[in-house]
């Protein structure tokens, strides 16, 4: 007896759709099809005369093929863009590139094996091609995700019509007076020559040697260390605390805490100012156990109290910081405005009395204003610097630790903090009328 199809007696639906999606042979024909059908600039088309909605393309950089963050991104914007379309809205979507910057010149570099002793010409040359080679790449990804956009109209930063517009527009700025040029402390690879954002520090545990110094006393202000004790001016010193020893070039005043106790500690025949509260760490990281603490006073009280450079023809004062802690060191926190963004800040308050000194180049290599020890990288202005607050006596202990220093993320090197020159638009200047235009914008969400 012969089986029986059963589902030839039944009344099923019929259809020409597969039984498989099987999408990855059919989905190119799908994104070639809407691509020849022009299928975007019909919808926009058909749109006109609508409410205008306008969405703005945060531009990807052009270095690299997408990765999931921003397949992600643009699969959203392809959303939001479709529903506005057919919401009853004029909705173009024109998608941008970012095509400037160091990690395109780091990966073309890297790509073609050159040194960077080539030309600046040939080195924007070779950029300029590596990017347009992404933003062609990124784009066919893009379209292969099923987005539709202004594909043919895109917006490069590299355009000259795009930076002539940047040109015009910061022009404008300049002659109201919005534009000034001033220092700010940033972090810098001196391997990779830039300056990088917060979310470009990668924290590692490094070894180095701390150092505790002494600053000898130039000027006690109203005598307040005479009456602590010190019975001998030549013979007190402030002692600070560093982790740096290659900022020491870069020091123009000690910070105290104003509402901490200080005293003045006798010890192997010297007068000692420090915190109260850090005596016994502090003598301890010198191997001093003899020693005794003769009188005490608020931080306040020390303020403009002058001391003596301990390797540089430069006095500088002692100023009050409400940054100063008392988690670690003598309580008397080493000032270099052009290596800190506290330090500058609280040296700002004193400009022009106090100068920001970058005693620090762009390749991390000490300059003429480190005096004896210009040309030295950091590393060994460490040493070098060390040993010569040895001889000079200035030294008052070292000890070797291990702590959290930033790391650039690219090259994965020590990066330095370093005060630059930098362009800057003043807030003040256009407060009001951003205030109002931001008043103007509904926010979603």
Not at 66 to 88: E, F, P
Not at 397 to 418: D, N, T, V
């Amino acid at each position: 007896m012969s089986e029986q199809d059963y589902s030839k007696t039944l009344n099923l639906p019929k259809t020409d759709f597969s039984m498989r999606a099987a999408l990855p042979q059919k989905e190119p024909g799908m994104v070639k099809k809407w691509d020849e059908e022009r299928l975007y600039y019909k919808m926009i088309e058909k749109n006109e005369g609508k409410p205008l909605y306008m969405f703005h393309d945060g531009p990807p950089y052009a270095n690299a093929n997408i990765h999931l963050g921003t397949a992600l991104n643009k699969v959203l914007k392809d959303i939001i863009i479709r529903q506005k379309n057919l919401s009853g809205y004029k909705a173009p979507y024109i998608p941008g590139w970012d095509t400037h910057g160091l990690p395109i010149e780091l990966k073309a570099l890297k790509e073609i094996g050159v040194s960077k002793d080539i030309t600046p010409i040939e080195l924007r040359k070779v950029c300029h091609d590596f990017a347009l080679r992404f933003v062609g790449n990124q784009k066919e990804q893009f379209k292969r995700l099923g987005t539709v956009a202004d594909y043919d109209n895109p917006y490069l930063t590299l355009k000259p019509e795009f930076e002539a517009r940047q040109i015009e527009i910061f022009g404008a700025m300049a002659n109201k007076g919005y534009i000034y040029k001033g220092l700010k402390p940033v972090y810098w690879c001196a391997h990779c020559e830039t300056a990088l954002a917060e979310a470009e520090i990668e924290y590692q545990e490094d070894k180095c040697y701390s150092i505790y110094v002494k600053f000898n006393v130039i000027d006690d202000k109203n005598g307040v260390l005479t009456r602590m004790g010190a019975a001998d001016l030549s013979k007190t010193s402030i002692v600070i605390w560093t982790t740096t020893t290659w900022t020491l070039p870069g020091n123009m005043a000690i910070c105290v805490g104003p509402a901490f106790e200080y005293c003045v500690v006798k010890a192997n025949g010297e007068y000692l100012v420090m915190a109260k509260e850090l005596v016994a760490s502090t003598m301890k990281a010198a191997k001093i156990e003899d020693y005794e603490i003769l009188g005490t006073c608020m931080g306040e009280e020390l303020e403009y109290i002058t001391y003596q450079h301990p390797f540089l023809d430069r006095q500088s004062p002692v100023i009050l910081g409400d940054h100063v802690t008392l988690e670690s060191g003598t309580g008397c926190v080493h000032t270099a405005p052009g290596h800190g963004v506290e330090d500058f800040d609280v040296c700002a308050q004193h400009y022009p009395e106090i100068e920001v000194v970058v005693p620090v180049d762009k390749y991390g290599k000490l300059t003429e204003l480190a005096g004896e020890f210009a040309g030295l990288s950091t590393d060994d202005a460490n040493k070098a610097i060390a040993q010569k607050l040895e001889e000079t006596k200035n030294l008052f202990a070292i000890e070797k630790i291990i702590h959290q220093y930033p790391h650039c993320w690219r090259c994965k090197e020590p990066i330095i903090y370093r005060a630059t020159e930098q362009w800057f638009c003043s807030v003040d200047d256009i407060k009001e009328q951003t205030i109002a235009e931001i008043e103007k914008v509904n926010f979603i969400p």
